[in-house]
């Protein structure tokens, strides 16, 4: 008996008129390279941890997983000792005085779906969110799906891929309610200074709009805080009554710092006046997060112990972000670098980095990201339009350098060599 592939019902335009997830045509890719003895696949696609969990939190996972208190429901909002342990854990990054409670925190089944209830508080269809290109595709699909406009605030790699506050005023209209940013960021590695996110706030605050900042790779970079807007003492925003729960909405995803992806949990710090509104999008979207990695984490001195193997993590990816810089073949351009991700221009002229990955992950073994799965296709004609084309924009790829170890890197670059034979 034969099945019919044609549906007989109309799908969603929003889901039409949305990319497919890039990750799973990447793969693809890589499963049409043969490997060789001693050739294997070197993946550097996904931003995934290159490393299994700590031992301690695998025996907690463990212990929680097992227990018959982790089958049921908990509160929509989050496990209540996790936000109040998390709320203190918090403090460990943005400093002693950051004025954060377990009030403002909502634990969520990852950061993505952080972003995507945010934004359903926030938005209507129709509405507009600034988001820096390249942009983290899911929130772009994110944004789609809801019939919400993404309005791409453009960066340079002359500039590091970093945006500019003047630009993105220029964007603002009456149907704009938020800019979302993410720092480190995803997909260049481009770190964002204090500085930089506190121009940001204030330029929402102006503008009586939400400053969205996803912080999934905050724990990897050498300087902390990553910014002071929740230090009570914060001198950066114009108005002296000003509150972070006003206007920004920090998001977190655990999977990166704590290298389990696979448990799903992100959070949410906002006003807990918004936390009321977000009760109602994550009990349609998710009831609640999974409850064993939650219990896991609950235990504040669990995360104390946590917070050195998240140091260790953070210290090994800096030096391999050094090794991958110091390795990569002549011709090769970063443009940016931190977190988990470099952004790099291969040499080759008239080769776009669509073709390019798609070439090196089938003949050489080698699977990294385009450029292209980070905007739009027409995003070019936009560029020359306000003045900001540059040569070989179609060029870049992500590397995710966190994905492999240093060997791996070393042979990912070796590999890179042997590019000439087949695209000079």
Avoid at 99 to 110: H, L, W
Avoid at 126 to 150: A, T
Avoid at 319 to 343: K, T
Wanted: charged share 20%.
């Amino acid at each position: 008996m034969s099945i019919s592939s044609g549906l007989a019902f109309r799908l969603s335009r929003s889901v039409l008129s949305t990319i497919p997830p890039p990750i799973p045509r990447a793969k693809a890719w890589g499963s049409a390279y043969i490997p060789l003895p001693g050739r294997p696949l070197l993946d550097m696609s996904q931003g995934v941890p290159g490393s299994p969990p700590p031992e301690i939190l695998l025996q907690a996972l463990a212990k929680t997983s097992s227990s018959p208190l982790s089958s049921g429901y908990c509160h929509v909002l989050g496990e209540p000792k996790l936000r109040s342990a998390f709320a203190q854990e918090m403090k460990t990054v943005y400093g002693q005085n950051a004025d954060i409670t377990a009030e403002d925190i909502a634990i969520t089944s990852g950061c993505n779906m952080a972003f995507i209830a945010t934004v359903m508080c926030l938005a209507d269809a129709g509405d507009e969110v600034v988001l820096p290109v390249p942009w983290y595709f899911n929130h772009h699909m994110s944004l789609n799906l809801l019939s919400i406009k993404s309005v791409p605030l453009y960066t340079r790699s002359d500039n590091g891929f970093l945006p500019s506050p003047v630009e993105c005023e220029k964007l603002i209209t009456s149907k704009t309610k938020a800019i979302a940013l993410v720092t480190p960021n995803n997909p260049t590695g481009a770190i964002y200074s204090p500085a930089l996110i506190a121009e940001f706030t204030e330029l929402a605050r102006q503008n009586n709009i939400v400053l969205i900042v996803d912080e999934t790779y905050r724990d990897f970079v050498e300087d902390y805080p990553p910014h002071n807007l929740f230090s009570p003492t914060q001198s950066e925003i114009r108005d002296p009554s000003w509150s972070w729960r006003s206007n920004f909405i920090h998001l977190f995803s655990f999977s990166k710092s704590y290298a389990f992806p696979g448990h799903r949990l992100g959070l949410v710090a906002a006003s807990p006046e918004l936390l009321q509104h977000l009760t109602t999008t994550l009990d349609c979207l998710q009831i609640c997060a999974p409850r064993p990695p939650q219990l896991a984490l609950a235990d504040s001195s669990l995360l104390s112990e946590l917070r050195a193997s998240i140091l260790e993590s953070a210290k090994a990816l800096e030096s391999r972000h050094e090794i991958f810089r110091r390795s990569l073949p002549p011709g090769w351009a970063i443009g940016s670098q931190g977190g988990y991700f470099a952004f790099v221009k291969h040499p080759f002229q008239h080769v776009t980095s669509l073709e390019f990955c798609q070439r090196l992950a089938q003949e050489l073994g080698v699977l990294v990201l385009p450029a292209q799965f980070f905007w739009h296709e027409q995003d070019e004609l936009q560029r020359r339009a306000f003045g900001l084309s540059e040569d070989g924009w179609d060029r870049w790829i992500r590397f995710s350098v966190a994905n492999v170890d240093d060997e791996k890197v070393l042979e990912v670059c070796d590999r890179l060599r042997e590019c000439q034979a087949h695209f000079g």
